[in-house]
């Protein structure tokens, strides 16, 4: 018959074996199966109504993001070199097979307006390179005269020129993302080229993305490593805690990876998570474990193992659901990458649960107890001394405590009152990196790398021949323009405006809307007949009740996308007098949009998980009042750290729109286990003064073990080549240290003087 040792010993063998084959199950899916999102549109929901109405005006009018490519040559673009550079760029895009032929604009495809004898004459600006000096004086003429082309497609100084490629949005790859870029290269020197759009910000975002979770996973790991040893003083009991969170890491990116579930920018947040957040099971499995064995030297493994599982399953558990809660509270938003990074994360916090109680046990079993240093033990009381002066000391001081978290919380909630969102994608890089740099450059000479497109629309045919309607198109464009965010845009009322002046010879008097609506049905009729109509349907619909105003923006910041959008709603009461209606498309309102989806989801999911805590802990410790207790931390938590976020002028974004699920998620946990155990010896000892000492010796002193080993891993962060990863690892660690704060005081007050767990007969020697 064998040794009961020997069979809880194979068990335990049998049951890393069995996770292991689990885990290179899940590893194979990741490794196969897991992708990067690229496409930003891919980030919004497909059914709110902003973005059906988006698509539907895409399709119409072929509104697609651009790739800009701009070259520029110090000493002007009319030499024969350059032209010839702009003509053979051009062509090899439209030769790409992203790319259509007809959705590459340049000074070679673009369409130069003339008024000839019998008409309207549309021509190219040039087909061969000009080689002599008057064709290229000519073409220098050409282009100055027409505002259709002059500051749009070429810089005003003449030294720059612009090639704008449109894709659509299920082309862009990074494979086609370097071969731009590659291409763009190749054409260097003399002149420099620079290149920019949506599509590169999505790229480089996609690229980077992984490269910096590449850096930052490793020294995550690594510094994780140094603080474990540190609070565990055990290489066994450490790589025991780290192989909790790094299974947990796969499984959750393995299951992602068997749903067909992308990886987007802000899921590769999840690993930083899970290795902050999954090593506190384990530590306060040791930290018990550490207690039992000074106060019960001679213990086995097996009694050891008993007794750590039979007192600690519990918090180990509740504090798992509460965490999980916090994350998958994030369902409630309508932004598919927050979704799901809340359900994968919640999903990794779970499997790190089950192996806490399951690996660490079993590796206790197979590679023995932890080995004690020999030393003169201290007494007990010696060595919680710290722990019941603090415990002391909060009490004494309790109104000094309450008063200063007073004012704290109330400068907080004026904080709170300055927080902003911002969608911006551009203002996730470093303002002095290569892409921020070449955006502002063709900000700086040309309309702008992003745009919004406001959607006119009438019940009547032929609206938009209206000269009435085309005045205010007009006007509202001049007064757009004027803001210092916008830098051009474009309409019917730019083709109008420019076929009524060269027909009357280019006289600039007649740079205005034509003043009959029979002679604006004529000009659209000539341009029908000598241009290119596919380009007209980019602005009015077949039958002019439909219409789109193209916008550009030199910044993609969500305030300053207000502005315009400010300027622009002016004239709604303009336009619904001549029966036409305003609507917005285009990926600059969609990102508008985004903002306001986001702190939407934001406020639900914090007030959901609060109210399901709440919920959850009157469940799990059956009362109420527990509920509203323990939840004391994490909403003063959440208080200081938006308050915090408005106080500084840090935005509201996909990534930092993360801090309160994190504070719910991970600071619900101290208060769970703080409460946990003031219970356990609140009915041991039926005394107040050594349940709290001795609540604040053992779960105190796990919890500030726990705050210590996560904050050290969030503030690893800060070393992201992404400003706002950097400002959630400072944030999240703010938020670490103030649940933490929060527990052991303000939280301990109220759990002290409510005398919950104590009969109504009070202590004498209590305050």
Known sequence: MKCPKNIHMIRSLAVLIFIAALTLLFLDRMLKNSRMETDLDEYMPYDHPAFVFSDQAEKLFDIKDGILIAIENKNGIYNSGTLKKIKDITKKLQKTEEINKDDVTSLYTAEN???????????????????????????????RNNEMVFKRIVSENEQISLIVAEIEDDVFSLEFYHRILDLAKSYEGPEKLYVAGVPIVEGTLAYLGPKDMQIMVPIVIAVIILVLYFVLRSVRNTILTLLVVLLSTIWAFGLMAMFGIPIYSVSTMIPVMLIAIGVADGIHLYSHLDLFLFEHPGANKLEAVKDMLKEMWKPVVMTSVTTAVGFISLLSSDVYPIKYFGVFTSFGVMMAMVFSLVLIPAGIMVFGLPKRKAHKEKSKEDNGKLAYSFADWTVKFKWIVISITGIIVIISVIGINKVWINSSFLEKFEKDSDIVQTDDFINQHFGGTNTINVILDSENNDAFKQPEVQRIIDEMQNDVESIDVVGNSFSLADYLKRMNKVMHG??????????????????????????????????????YRQANVNIQLKSDNSKEINRAIAAIEKYRDDFEKVSVNINYAGSGYKALVFTDLILEGQIQSLLLSVVIIIVLLSLMFKKIKIGFIGAIPIVITAIISFGLMGLLDIALSTTTALISSIAVGIGIDYAVHFIERYKIYALESGDKNITIKETMHHSGRAIIFNAIVVIAGFLVLLFSVFPPNRSLGALVSLNMFTSFLGTVTIMFLVLYKSDTYFKKKRNNNED
């Open 113 to 143: 307006i003339m008024g000839t004898e019998t008409g309207l004459d549309v021509k190219d600006f040039y087909n061969k390179v000009p080689q002599d000096e008057e064709k290229l004086n000519q073409l220098r003429e050409d282009v």
């Open 506 to 543: 280019d006289d600039e008097t007649y740079n205005v809307i034509p003043d009959s609506r029979d002679l604006i049905a004529q000009y659209l009729l000539l341009y029908e007949m000598s241009g290119d109509p596919d380009n007209l349907w980019k602005v009015v619909d077949y039958d």
